[in-house]
């Protein structure tokens, strides 16, 4: 059965960066992608990208594009969400989700809530 | 914000059937399959529905989903008290940017 875990709630300043990890169990980190969701309170799931570690290129929404970086460490099964430019619309839970064949995020993470304030 | 527009809310009363709809366009339901998530208060998504109508193991037969040119609906038979919830659909989108993964509004499902 596959687990993701992912790291614990952070506190950033605005203007600073955050990285999330998401570390899986089970199954075959390498060959189905992972991406990235995330959920401002009170509001809907908001896809940010996504990668398969086994091409290491990660696909990014356009909204997204230039403040964010998805990354992996297949050695540890960990996949990384790094934002960057951190502004108070930031603050959400911010979910990671494995694919399962080309099922698309069949597998979920906890969630890391990130607060951005000064 | 989201392409795929959904009503905010649906409700029903125990055993009843609930329906929600997904609307979208050629470039993401209509070209791509539909999935359906459901998110319980205070915890992560849950995949309900893929591709279009297929249910993981686990997913009671309770819920299922079709699809027809741009839009898509999820129903729910029976309705019971756990399954108040908030529901997104979503499905990939061949934007001219690349590929992006498109959820849609949000419905809350409310058992009265």
């Known amino acids: 059965q596959v687990q993701l875990v992912q790291s614990g709630a952070e506190v950033k300043k605005p203007g600073s960066s955050v990285k999330v990890s998401c570390k899986a169990s089970g199954g075959t980190f390498s060959s189905y992608a992972i991406s990235w969701v995330r959920q401002a309170p009170g509001q809907g799931l908001e896809w940010m990208g996504g990668?398969?570690?086994?091409?290491?290129?990660?696909n990014y929404a356009q909204k997204f594009q230039g403040r964010v970086t998805i990354t992996t460490d297949e050695s540890t099964s960990t996949a990384y969400m790094e934002l960057s430019s951190l502004r108070s619309e930031d603050t959400a839970v911010y979910y990671c989700a494995r694919d399962e064949t080309d099922i698309v995020a069949f597998y979920w993470g906890q969630g890391t809530l990130v607060t951005v304030s000064s | 914000q989201s392409v795929l527009t959904q009503p905010p809310s649906a409700s029903g009363t125990p055993g009843q059937r609930v329906t929600i709809s997904c609307s979208g366009s050629?470039?993401?339901?209509?070209?791509?399959?539909v999935y359906w998530y459901q998110q319980l208060p205070g915890t992560a998504p849950k995949l309900l529905i893929y591709r279009n109508n297929q249910r993981p193991s686990g997913v009671p037969d309770r819920f299922s989903g079709s699809k027809s040119g741009t839009s898509a609906s999820l129903a729910i038979s029976g309705l019971r008290s756990e399954d108040e919830a908030d529901y997104y659909c979503a499905a990939w989108d061949d934007s001219l940017s690349g590929p992006c993964y498109v959820f849609g509004t949000g419905t809350k499902v409310t058992v009265l």
């Open positions: 050629s470039s993401n339901i209509g070209s791509n399959y």
């Open positions: 990668i398969i570690p086994i091409f290491g290129t990660a």
